[in-house]
């Protein structure tokens, strides 16, 4: 089964110890991987997994029995972090039997990693003790041109009888199987992602799904995200008609999954006196329904985030703690989070509902396979009237108006919703009526990032500049995560580097931030100098850009092609730059000014000189959208007359 996301998983694995053996302690499958003849790849790829596979065994009981195989070649240094086994865990419901690793280097000495090499850790802050990790770390022992293998046996008692494979991550795979056994009568439907169909080869009751040769999957500027790329199978399994029930599921649809998240999720809502009182004190100034929802969201965010993901686990991970026990803990996972937010809403008579959604990549749920297994994270959807509105209100067909909002993300208040999850498939929970629905995306106007610059330009080429800043949106959130996130010394830091990049040799002299959170928005002041910052030529011209900082989501596709579409995010931009012309200099050059449409966007550029000051004024929309890689040449074009428009030039020459 697709193993979830792991948020906040931070360990250090030390090898005790390791021994030289022999060839023949190496298994047959690890053997004829390793004797495989590699293609050559480009120097950028630091690693080749020579065989992957994954067997599963389904037990009438519902017991599954798994042996995960991989052999990776390293064929860089900077490959050798893949010469690594690992297998994330549930303490309680699942076992490893079994984890040995080899290493073969390329003289064909061998080296075992057993028992003693093992290290078995539990997840950071894991407070509820579930989970944990199992896993052998061999890349300090690994160099180019060595083969890395391990195996990998455990048992569990999963209550879904729905599996995931992925056939590949970013590295070249020329084998890559997964083999499925179950019992006489069983059959097995899978649904192919991210490449043209794969079929089963079917003996008896085992099925096994095969690629080979996949090519490598580089990274790219504003590209989908990997599982969004790499191909995998989703396979369900069902018993024959009659078979004795056994405690596994299978979900023919998204109201099947619905009703069964809201059987889990509904109870855990009851509520106290305590917490009804918190839910009313929390609001008691609010005087309007938004008002309301703000104020119990900001203190669903507060509650101390602890990991714990959603697919392991208790009822499959999907059954949250109960509101009452999170609100005396102050903590929880996201789950949790939305649970307790239900709960003290609850308390106000408003209604609100589970809403299942993967965290990372927003293509990554299909429609085709109805599974909970499709989701990594829970946010909420609260139901509200005409009186509220807000860029992230959907219309359910039958449900009305819900307003998504993530109470896990501690940077985007209500009424927004982090554009990670903007435009995701996501699963509204409520019984009969949940329906999987597309998640709202922002228009561009909703992140707007506004700067003016007021400079003073001084005859022998000194800068003198006061930046202001104001974001809303996700433009803010980007503003508030490194904010909150480094120290004050820290942070100073990373905005001189910034306005560095654009004033070569600034000196910053102020830096002052201001989080206004509740209202999503971030405010930014910077004072700066650049001793040279204009060029004097012959002592009579001086040159200088007046574009002098960079914009913070500047867009680099200097590649003359590409593999994969092109994703572009909703945001604003606009500037207005006023530098003050030096004593004895007039305007001798300015660029022309520059006007760009596309359908996913515009730009514009314009100077003026006007009571002795040169004004600067460029502005930048963009919708989000997914560029075809077809389309590549064109998106491409355009940030490039964009990037042109930037560096070009203004010439003054003295009177």
């Not at 990372?360 to 990594?376: A, H, I, K, L, M």
């Amino acid at each position: 089964m697709r193993q979830p996301i792991m948020i906040g998983c931070c360990f250090a694995l030390a090898l005790l110890g390791t021994t030289v053996f022999a060839g023949d302690d190496v298994p047959a499958w690890l053997r004829q991987a390793a004797a495989a003849g590699v293609p050559p790849y480009d120097k950028q790829v630091p690693a080749v997994v020579l065989h992957h596979e994954q067997r599963v065994t389904v037990g009438d009981d519902g017991r599954i029995t798994t042996v995960t195989t991989q052999a990776v070649r390293i064929l860089t240094r900077e490959g050798r972090g893949s010469a690594h086994a690992s297998k994330l865990y549930h303490a309680d419901t699942e076992k490893v039997r079994e984890i040995r690793a080899w290493l073969i280097r390329p003289s064909g000495e061998v080296k075992k990693y057993g028992k003693d090499q093992i290290a078995d850790l539990a997840l950071d802050n894991d407070v509820y003790n579930e989970y944990r990790i199992r896993a052998i770390n061999a890349s300090d022992d690994a160099d180019a041109g060595a083969v890395f293998g391990y195996e990998v046996t455990s048992e569990d008692r999963s209550i879904f009888t729905q599996f995931e494979w992925e056939f590949q991550h970013r590295f070249p795979t020329l084998v890559s199987r997964f083999a499925l056994a179950l019992p006489p009568g069983w059959r097995a439907e899978g649904v192919t992602f991210n490449h043209t169909k794969v079929e089963p080869a079917v003996t008896g009751s085992t099925y096994s799904w095969e690629l080979q040769a996949l090519p490598p999957i580089p990274p790219e500027a504003a590209s989908p995200e990997v599982t969004n790329l790499a191909p995998r199978v989703a396979v369900s399994v069902f018993p024959p008609p009659g078979a004795k029930a056994s405690a596994s599921r299978t979900f023919d649809s998204w109201a099947a999954v619905s009703r069964y998240i809201s059987e889990l999720s509904n109870p855990q809502t009851e509520l106290n006196d305590p917490l009804a009182a918190k839910a009313r004190e929390l609001t008691a100034n609010a005087q309007t329904e938004l008002e309301r929802i703000q104020a119990i969201g900001r203190y669903a965010q507060g509650i101390k985030y602890i990991s714990i993901q959603t697919g392991i686990g208790r009822g499959g991970g999907y059954r949250p703690h109960s509101a009452i026990e999170v609100f005396n803990k102050s903590y929880g996972d996201c789950k949790d989070k939305a649970n307790l937010m239900r709960a003290m809403l609850k308390a106000l008579h408003i209604e609100a509902y589970p809403v299942s959604i993967y965290s990372g990549d927003p293509t990554y749920v299909r429609e085709e396979w109805p599974s909970p297994q499709q989701f990594n994270h829970c946010i909420i959807a609260v139901k509200v009237s005409d009186q509220t509105q807000a860029a992230t209100v959907i219309k359910h067909p039958s449900l009305g108006r819900l307003l998504i909002f993530d109470p896990t993300d501690e940077e985007t208040p209500v009424g927004d919703l982090p554009d990670h999850e903007q435009g995701s498939l996501a699963l509204i929970a409520a019984g009969d009526a949940g329906a999987l629905m597309r998640m709202p995306v922002t228009p561009p106007e909703a992140n707007l990032l506004e700067r003016t610059v007021e400079a003073v330009l001084s005859p022998d080429g000194s800068l003198t500049a006061t930046l202001r800043e104001r974001s809303a949106g996700q433009a803010a959130v980007h503003e508030r995560r490194p904010f909150r996130l480094y120290s004050r010394p820290q942070y100073v830091k990373m905005i001189e580097r910034w306005v560095t990049r654009g004033a070569t040799g600034a000196s910053v002299t102020k830096v002052e931030p201001s989080d206004n959170s509740a209202e999503g928005r971030f405010t930014l002041g910077v004072e700066f100098t650049a001793p040279a910052y204009a060029q004097l030529m012959r002592g009579r011209l001086m040159v200088f850009k007046p574009a002098i900082v960079s914009r913070r989501e500047s867009l680099l596709l200097t590649e003359p092609s590409r593999r994969h579409p092109v994703v572009l995010e909703s945001q604003a931009y606009t500037e207005t730059v006023r530098v003050k012309l030096p004593a004895g200099f007039e305007v001798d050059e300015v660029p022309d000014a520059s006007k760009l449409t596309a359908p996913f966007g515009s730009y514009a550029a314009s100077y003026e000189v006007k009571d002795g000051q040169l004004v600067f004024t460029r502005t930048l929309t963009l919708q989000a959208a997914t560029i075809p890689v077809e389309q590549y040449a064109a998106v491409r074009g355009f940030f490039e007359r964009i990037r042109a428009a930037e560096q070009a030039p203004v010439v003054l020459a003295k009177k």
